[in-house]
């Protein structure tokens, strides 16, 4: 028997019409979890490095977490990766909501998606029930309009609908799968849109298999309960009464200013007015007491739902306020784009057109006002209408279809997607190190375990790591008691932060976890539900895997590695591996390119990022190297990149740090 899977994949293959229920390999949960792991071993077995994205032999899989369905709080967080056709590497997303428990309860594990439909379709899976069914009557309209009218036209009011707008449809590639107040973005949406699925409708009534089912349930009350009384846990997420960080020290309208003190208790206030005044309720996600998303009811909007940084991302593109992103914030989600790359994107177009490299011959009848110009532009974009059919592709192509100097407008782009357009100071080294080798495109999956700066006395920093029941080793504690200024923390220590920061996101994207009450909340100290201590023991609970520390920590690098192996076989070099110049103002290359040669050697790469055979084949990956060796990848004598600081230190060692 499966217990926490269901052992079965749903196959659809929209060029033939074929729908497969295929079971599944077992040992696949042992050796990947679930979720990004397993999909990435799907996308290695099935999607040569020739494939192009928009090629129908090109796969799109949705996936549950391997806890989805089970009691554990706040197992929801599907995956959804592809082939991303603005990076040509793995696109990694990641949508909250109640669509994966809901796959599980239907009786799959993921949907894989091949081929291309004739025209456009919607997929309706109904337990083992599943139909390719006609959607040209829904061409054109908004990723919720859409899926309510899919929902009535069912009749069936409790499927979760997960489906692209008209940016979508267009193949944009900032187009983002919508579902209920959550979005999967950064890259799958396009394929989607080029797939021509319109939206996929799930429900499922089936029970699902736990190992150990009364002990599991009883600690998930108690994770319950602390979930619901935990103040720092996701509340803030969906709070805009303090945004000052993000906004003194993120950049607007692009990257042009950082505004320093724009921040005042007046905006404050007028802010939290603008709020509490048209929010309809707060809501949260499947099997989770938080309520950390707003659901806005504006006036001649529909309403729409938000959190954290989404909130942020259009008015700061505009140099406007809050009620600037709430009026624009629910048209942009019915065209279904991603609010984290596409303000970058209209942003980078006033600044081209204010800089004379685009005119009014590109944008006629361009609007004097900045907000007005926002929505000018996404008419445009969204449609691939003018120079919208060149914007819809992303800064970095954009910039260079546009030539005559837009490059060099290109501030913010890492692996050809935007990145959050942050302006500081002096270097936080592990935060290079992440930005620079991550690859789920962006900060946001990556950051979290290890706090962004250190506090400013002994005595804080005592008082918090007493409370720091996250941390995989004792010696974390050390390196954040002894850390006193941002810049000035060891390579050594840069690495290890970095690797914890990783191994946790990697964990979460398999097994379904929300990041904010796990791998984006170590950082806090307390106040995380769920890390590498305790989800060994949920894990086996749900699934009756014999699986302690060590073996989650093991299965992450195998995943990690795995994603790693599947870019570089698509090129993925070093030299790709850079920050946006001005994320901070005082850069060293010379000490970066040290940091990025000890990471390299710490995790088993060669000075070009490249796993070596010995690491492949320690982690049962013997089948990558295999094909490394034959494409010439490797030629299996490698040594790991140059480093001083693992010099003499043994594999065990150096894993553990």
Known sequence: MRYAETGFNLEVDLSRGNIEKVETDPSWAELYLGGQGVAAKILWDRVPPDVEPFSPDNVLIFSAGLLHGTPVPGANRTAVNTISPQTNFLAHSLMGGFFGPELKYAGYDRIVITGKAPELVYLWINNDKVEIRDATHLSGKGAREAAELIKEELNEPNAQVAGIGLAGENRVYTASIEHGWSSAARGPGPVMGDKRLKAIAVRGTKDLNIAHPEELFKLCLEFGDKIADSDDVGDWMAVDEDDSFHHDNFAWGNARVRRKGFWSEELEDRWTRWKYDHLDRQTGCYNCTKKCMNVISWPGRKRFGYKCYGKDTYHMAAFKELDFTYDILGLAQEYGVDSYSTPQVMAFAI?????????????????????????????????????????????????????????????????????????????????????????????????????????????????????????????????????????????????????????????????????????????????????????????????????????????????????????????????????????????????????????????????????????LDELELDYVSDDFIKRGILSGDESPAPSDIWAGKGEEEKARG
Request: aromatic share 12%.
């Open 351 to 615: 600044e081209l057109y204010e800089a004379g490299i685009l005119t009014d011959e590109d944008l006629p009848d361009f609007p004097a006002d900045d907000g007005e110009r926002l929505y000018y532009l996404l008419e445009k974009i969204v449609r691939r209408e003018g120079i919208g059919d060149i914007l819809a592709n992303g800064v970095y192509w954009a910039a260079r279809q546009i030539g005559k100097g837009a490059e060099a407008y290109d501030h913010n782009t890492t692996k050809k997607f935007e990145q959050i357009p942050i302006k500081l100071g002096k270097l936080n080294p592990p935060y290079f190190l992440m930005i620079a080798t991550g690859e789920k495109m962006a900060i946001t999956q990556i950051e979290g375990s290890f706090p962004q700066d250190p506090l400013p006395t002994p005595e804080e920093r005592q008082e918090f790591i007493e409370k720091w029941i996250a941390v995989p080793d004792e010696k974390f504690k050390e390196i954040f008691r002894n850390w006193e200024k941002r810049n000035e923390i060891s390579n050594e220590a840069s690495c290890l932060i970095t690797d914890w920061n990783e191994a946790m996101h990697f964990i979460d994207d398999s097994i379904g976890i929300c990041g904010f009450l796990s791998s984006f909340r170590g950082q806090f100290g307390g106040g995380v539900i769920y890390h590498i201590n305790n989800l060994p023991y949920i894990i086996s609970l749900a699934t009756g895997m014999d699986l302690d520390k060590d073996g989650l920590w093991r299965i992450f690098q195998r995943n990690r590695t795995l994603v790693r192996a599947l870019n570089v076989r698509r090129g993925l070099r070093r030299e790709d591996e850079r920050p946006p110049e001005d994320h901070w103002a005082v850069r060293d290359h010379e000490f970066e390119q040290k940091l990025l040669d000890d990471y390299y050697a710490f995790k088993g790469w060669t000075k070009d990022g490249i796993p070596t055979k010995e690491t």
